[in-house]
């Protein structure tokens, strides 16, 4: 079993819907929650971190984490054509460990 | 804007030759960074885990001699591919941890490395 599962996709979307993307992870050791967006030919640009169970929210985006369940969301509203991108989820421990979930692929159609 | 700057953003090189690809820390002072691999439509791929004074740690399957890895501050990190052959073309992603904001990851830009 991987450490952290991610549906790879794709995952496609009419301008304007509602977006969920979701992780689960196995380790309840770790402590840090992050989303990361790629862009094709670019590096993953960090989006949304928390270290606590709830909601957190930023513009059209909200990550949520459910450490009980050991998921992890997050969701986009009013999704837009430039939202089209490969959404990493990662989660972190102490000395900077991270895994990463293998990204699910999303295309938001105008 | 970019924490964490990375160059060349696109290298052609010849086989057989080394090139060199530099990670450095903008805003903060990195004592880790990481460099990645990634092929195309695939996840993040960890090559290894550079120390700042010390040396690299190579995940397994990664070859230390042939990807040299120098973390020789706080604020820079080179990987350098040595004898470079088609087969390592690749995109090239290093990331860097920031303490001081809860040991976020930031990653560079990316590299793009074809080797004719």
């Known amino acids: 079993q991987k450490e952290v599962e991610q549906d790879p996709g794709p995952l496609s979307v009419p301008e304007g819907a509602i977006v969920s993307l979701n992780c689960t992870y196995s380790n309840s050791a770790f402590q840090y929650f992050m989303w990361y967006r790629q862009y094709s030919r670019k590096g993953p640009e960090l989006l949304m971190y928390?270290?606590?169970?709830g909601n957190k929210e930023d513009g059209r985006f909200t990550a949520q984490v459910d450490k009980s369940s050991k998921y992890i969301s997050l969701f986009i509203r009013d999704s837009q054509p430039s939202d089209s991108a490969t959404y990493l989820c990662a989660i972190g421990g102490g000395g900077f460990k991270t895994i990463f979930g293998a990204g699910t692929r999303l295309f938001v159609k105008a | 804007g970019a924490v964490v700057s990375q160059h060349p953003s696109r290298v052609i090189c010849k086989s057989g030759t080394s090139v060199k690809i530099e990670c450095r820390s903008l805003?903060?002072?990195?004592?880790?960074m990481f460099w990645y691999r990634q092929f195309p439509k695939q996840s993040l791929m960890l090559m290894a885990t550079s120390n700042e004074g010390s040396k690299a740690t190579y995940e397994q399957g990664v070859e230390k001699d042939k990807f040299l890895i120098n973390h020789a501050s706080l604020t820079l990190s080179t990987l350098t591919v040595t004898s470079a052959h088609p087969e390592d073309s690749s995109f090239y992603i290093c990331?860097?941890?920031?303490?001081?904001?809860?040991?976020?990851?930031?990653f560079g830009e990316g590299s793009w490395l074809t080797v004719v």
């Open positions: 805003d903060f002072q990195a004592t880790t």
């Open positions: 990331s860097a941890g920031d303490q001081g904001k809860g040991n976020t990851i930031y």
């Open positions: 928390t270290y606590s169970s």
